[in-house]
Protein backbone atom coordinates (compact mmCIF):
# COMPACT_ATOMS: atom_id res chain seq x y z
CA UNK A 1 0.00 0.00 0.00
CA UNK A 2 1.00 3.59 -0.68
CA UNK A 3 1.15 6.25 1.60
CA UNK A 4 1.73 10.22 1.12
CA UNK A 5 3.04 13.05 2.73
CA UNK A 6 0.68 14.76 4.34
CA UNK A 7 2.69 18.04 4.50
CA UNK A 8 2.96 17.89 1.07
CA UNK A 9 1.77 14.52 -0.99
CA UNK A 10 4.65 13.39 -2.20
CA UNK A 11 5.38 9.53 -2.12
CA UNK A 12 7.21 7.86 0.93
CA UNK A 13 10.12 6.37 1.23
CA UNK A 14 11.52 3.74 3.43
CA UNK A 15 14.08 5.08 5.44
CA UNK A 16 16.56 3.95 8.30
CA UNK A 17 15.45 5.93 11.43
CA UNK A 18 16.88 5.34 14.69
CA UNK A 19 17.79 1.79 13.54
CA UNK A 20 14.11 0.73 12.58
CA UNK A 21 12.62 1.44 8.45
CA UNK A 22 10.17 3.57 8.12
CA UNK A 23 8.09 5.91 5.87
CA UNK A 24 9.21 8.98 5.41
CA UNK A 25 8.73 11.73 3.22
CA UNK A 26 11.78 12.40 1.37
CA UNK A 27 11.26 15.94 0.81
CA UNK A 28 10.74 17.47 4.29
CA UNK A 29 10.86 15.99 7.56
CA UNK A 30 7.00 13.73 8.09
CA UNK A 31 7.38 10.20 9.26
CA UNK A 32 4.47 8.14 9.72
CA UNK A 33 5.39 6.41 12.44
CA UNK A 34 3.22 3.25 13.55
CA UNK A 35 1.70 3.67 16.79
CA UNK A 36 -0.46 1.07 18.55
CA UNK A 37 -3.97 1.12 18.90
CA UNK A 38 -4.70 1.90 22.92
CA UNK A 39 -7.82 -0.81 24.03
CA UNK A 40 -9.66 -1.44 26.85
CA UNK A 41 -10.69 -4.73 28.50
CA UNK A 42 -12.95 -5.21 32.06
CA UNK A 43 -13.01 -8.54 33.95
CA UNK A 44 -16.42 -7.53 35.46
CA UNK A 45 -17.40 -9.34 38.52
CA UNK A 46 -21.28 -10.57 39.23
CA UNK A 47 -23.06 -13.53 40.92
CA UNK A 48 -19.19 -15.19 41.66
CA UNK A 49 -18.15 -15.21 38.41
CA UNK A 50 -17.27 -12.78 35.45
CA UNK A 51 -19.01 -10.99 32.58
CA UNK A 52 -18.58 -12.05 29.22
CA UNK A 53 -20.20 -11.25 25.81
CA UNK A 54 -20.98 -13.09 22.66
CA UNK A 55 -19.95 -10.48 19.78
CA UNK A 56 -22.22 -10.28 16.93
CA UNK A 57 -19.09 -8.56 14.86
CA UNK A 58 -15.95 -9.41 13.65
CA UNK A 59 -13.30 -10.11 14.57
CA UNK A 60 -14.57 -13.08 16.56
CA UNK A 61 -18.19 -12.81 15.88
CA UNK A 62 -19.53 -15.66 17.60
CA UNK A 63 -16.71 -16.15 20.02
CA UNK A 64 -17.03 -14.54 24.15
CA UNK A 65 -14.83 -12.17 25.13
CA UNK A 66 -14.70 -9.43 28.05
CA UNK A 67 -16.06 -6.29 27.21
CA UNK A 68 -14.17 -3.35 26.51
CA UNK A 69 -12.80 -1.73 23.31
CA UNK A 70 -10.50 0.94 21.89
CA UNK A 71 -10.11 4.52 23.74
CA UNK A 72 -11.01 7.61 22.06
CA UNK A 73 -7.94 10.02 21.33
CA UNK A 74 -9.96 12.41 23.72
CA UNK A 75 -10.77 9.71 26.18
CA UNK A 76 -8.87 8.69 29.53
CA UNK A 77 -8.75 5.56 29.56
CA UNK A 78 -10.87 4.49 32.70
CA UNK A 79 -13.55 6.65 31.51
CA UNK A 80 -13.45 4.57 27.89
CA UNK A 81 -13.46 1.37 29.75
CA UNK A 82 -16.56 2.60 31.58
CA UNK A 83 -18.06 3.75 28.37
CA UNK A 84 -17.57 0.23 26.90
CA UNK A 85 -19.50 -1.60 29.37
CA UNK A 86 -22.55 0.54 28.91
CA UNK A 87 -22.35 -0.19 24.84
CA UNK A 88 -21.32 -3.86 25.27
CA UNK A 89 -23.29 -5.12 28.43
CA UNK A 90 -25.73 -2.13 28.70
CA UNK A 91 -24.74 -1.83 32.33
CA UNK A 92 -23.11 0.83 34.07
CA UNK A 93 -19.81 -0.80 36.27
CA UNK A 94 -17.56 0.98 39.00
CA UNK A 95 -14.02 0.61 37.83
CA UNK A 96 -12.34 -0.81 41.34
CA UNK A 97 -8.53 -1.48 39.90
CA UNK A 98 -5.96 -1.58 37.36
CA UNK A 99 -5.15 -5.34 36.14
CA UNK A 100 -2.48 -4.75 33.90
CA UNK A 101 -1.12 -3.27 30.78
CA UNK A 102 -0.22 -5.65 27.34
CA UNK A 103 1.36 -5.37 24.52
CA UNK A 104 -1.23 -7.19 21.47
CA UNK A 105 0.94 -8.06 18.09
CA UNK A 106 -0.37 -7.77 15.14
CA UNK A 107 0.52 -8.82 11.60
CA UNK A 108 -1.62 -7.05 9.40
CA UNK A 109 -2.89 -4.12 11.87
CA UNK A 110 -1.46 -1.51 14.06
CA UNK A 111 -0.69 -3.29 17.33
CA UNK A 112 -2.37 -2.67 20.52
CA UNK A 113 -1.57 -2.09 24.24
CA UNK A 114 -4.30 -2.99 26.26
CA UNK A 115 -5.09 -1.95 29.18
CA UNK A 116 -7.13 -4.13 31.88
CA UNK A 117 -9.65 -3.14 34.94
CA UNK A 118 -11.43 -5.22 37.31
CA UNK A 119 -15.01 -3.83 38.09
CA UNK A 120 -18.19 -4.52 39.80
CA UNK A 121 -21.48 -3.81 38.54
CA UNK A 122 -23.23 -0.59 39.44
CA UNK A 123 -26.30 -1.17 42.41
CA UNK A 124 -28.89 -3.23 41.13
CA UNK A 125 -27.76 -3.22 37.38
CA UNK A 126 -27.86 -6.36 35.48
CA UNK A 127 -25.80 -7.19 32.21
CA UNK A 128 -28.07 -7.49 29.03
CA UNK A 129 -26.34 -7.40 25.36
CA UNK A 130 -25.57 -4.20 23.88
CA UNK A 131 -25.71 -3.51 19.59
CA UNK A 132 -22.26 -5.71 19.44
CA UNK A 133 -22.98 -8.51 21.35
CA UNK A 134 -25.24 -11.57 20.36
CA UNK A 135 -25.51 -12.37 24.31
CA UNK A 136 -23.90 -11.67 27.46
CA UNK A 137 -23.36 -15.00 30.04
CA UNK A 138 -22.06 -14.81 33.68
CA UNK A 139 -19.00 -17.23 33.80
CA UNK A 140 -16.95 -18.90 36.76
CA UNK A 141 -12.97 -19.23 35.99
CA UNK A 142 -13.16 -22.88 34.87
CA UNK A 143 -15.69 -22.80 32.85
CA UNK A 144 -15.05 -20.18 30.10
CA UNK A 145 -16.08 -20.42 26.61
CA UNK A 146 -14.38 -20.09 23.66
CA UNK A 147 -12.69 -16.64 23.66
CA UNK A 148 -12.34 -14.17 21.03
CA UNK A 149 -9.08 -12.92 21.95
CA UNK A 150 -5.52 -14.16 23.60
CA UNK A 151 -4.93 -11.39 25.21
CA UNK A 152 -8.25 -11.83 27.17
CA UNK A 153 -7.08 -15.34 28.82
CA UNK A 154 -3.77 -13.32 29.83
CA UNK A 155 -6.22 -10.51 31.22
CA UNK A 156 -8.07 -13.43 32.73
CA UNK A 157 -4.86 -15.40 34.46
CA UNK A 158 -3.79 -12.07 35.68
CA UNK A 159 -7.17 -11.12 37.40
CA UNK A 160 -7.12 -14.77 38.64
CA UNK A 161 -3.81 -14.76 40.11
CA UNK A 162 -4.10 -11.01 42.15
CA UNK A 163 -7.16 -12.56 43.81
CA UNK A 164 -6.19 -14.32 47.62
CA UNK A 165 -7.11 -17.55 47.62
CA UNK A 166 -10.45 -17.31 49.34
CA UNK A 167 -11.65 -15.14 46.21
CA UNK A 168 -10.27 -17.69 43.61
CA UNK A 169 -12.39 -20.72 45.22
CA UNK A 170 -15.54 -17.97 45.34
CA UNK A 171 -15.75 -17.64 41.86
CA UNK A 172 -15.42 -21.83 41.33
CA UNK A 173 -17.84 -24.05 41.31
CA UNK A 174 -17.37 -26.58 44.35
Known amino acids: MSHYCLLCGTPLEVRVIEGREVEACPKDDFVLWHDPKVTTAVVVEVDGGVVLGRRAIEPGRGLW ?3 GGFVNDDEDP ?3 A ?3 CMEEICAPVELTRLIGV ?3 PKRNAPSMIGIA ?3 RLGNGSRPSPG ?3 LEVGVFSLDALPVLAFPSHHEVLA ?5 LPPAEQRRLRPG
Open 65 to 67: CLP
Open 158 to 162: EYEGA
Open 131 to 133: TEM
Open 82 to 84: ARE
Open 117 to 119: YQA
Open 102 to 104: YHI
Open 78 to 80: WQA
